[in-house]
């Protein structure tokens, strides 16, 4: 179990891709705290990775307040005894073209996906920096890296996360503390399934790879970089997108 004795947080854990992360922190021997604005389905979550024989907790929070962060942070480290992995995961869209989207579109979308990581990781640190031991991996997009019509507000989102990352990698190197950015390309979630068939063999054929993601896939890298084999990785992008940005 390469994760015995850690503690790991993972936000938007509740579903999709955060599920799966969690799911695989838990299996390698973490003990999770299941962070969701949907609190049954956390609770359903955490409930499953509890039959992994680990511990694990659900909690209601909005990254977007700094607030509920700490408070979410500060239970976590009471209930589990520490806080070693934290996964900034949460997200929303809400898509338009620029001339139609509206400014409250914007601001809650740099709200929730990167002031959220801010608030996260500043709450983390704390409790990281004491102990001189911390992993952070935060979930960005390939539209992040190469744009998307109609995703002003989330590419411009998943950007700056890319950049915290570099930036919180940079400042507490010297505690021990990495920090690391993912970006998948196109996975299948609830958001892609519900698209055509044809559509989504059209995304499937920009891939070089030749298909869609999964959630697993994305869990596979988080699992490497907050494990020791990635004790000398900080301030990268691990692209998991199947050849489709390079």
């Not at 705290?33 to 609770?43: C, F, G, P, S, T």
């Not at 955490?46 to 979410?72: F, P």
């Not at 021990?176 to 055509?196: D, Q, R, V, Y």
């Amino acid at each position: 179990m390469i994760l015995k004795d850690k503690v790991a947080l993972v936000t938007g854990a509740a579903q999709g891709i955060g599920k799966a992360i969690a799911l695989r922190l838990a299996q390698s021997g973490a003990d999770v705290a299941i962070v969701d604005m949907n609190l049954e389905k956390a609770q359903e979550t955490a409930a499953e990775a509890e039959k992994l024989g680990t511990r694990a907790i659900a909690l209601k929070a909005n990254v977007a307040s700094l607030q509920e962060a700490e408070v979410m942070i500060d239970e976590t480290a009471a209930k589990l005894g520490a806080i070693h992995i934290l996964v900034n995961n949460a997200g929303i869209t809400k898509d338009a073209l620029m001339l139609r989207m509206k400014e409250e579109d914007w601001d809650a979308v740099i709200a929730v996906n990167l002031k959220g990581v801010f608030n996260c990781t500043k709450a983390a640190v704390r409790h990281m920096a004491k102990q001189r031991y911390g992993r952070i991996v935060n979930i960005a997009s390939i539209v992040g890296e190469m744009g998307n019509a109609g995703q002003a507000n989330y590419s411009a989102s998943k950007a700056g996360v890319i950049a915290l990352a570099k930036t919180v990698a940079r400042e507490f190197a010297s505690r021990n503390i990495t920090c690391n950015a993912i970006a998948p390309g196109f996975i299948e979630t609830a958001m892609t399934l519900a698209l055509s068939e044809k559509v989504r063999e059209e995304l499937a054929k920009q891939i070089p790879i030749g298909r869609l993601g999964t959630p697993e896939d994305v869990a596979e890298g988080v699992l490497f970089l907050v494990s020791d084999a990635a004790n000398y990785i900080t301030g990268q992008v691990l692209n998991i997108n199947g050849g489709m940005y390079m």
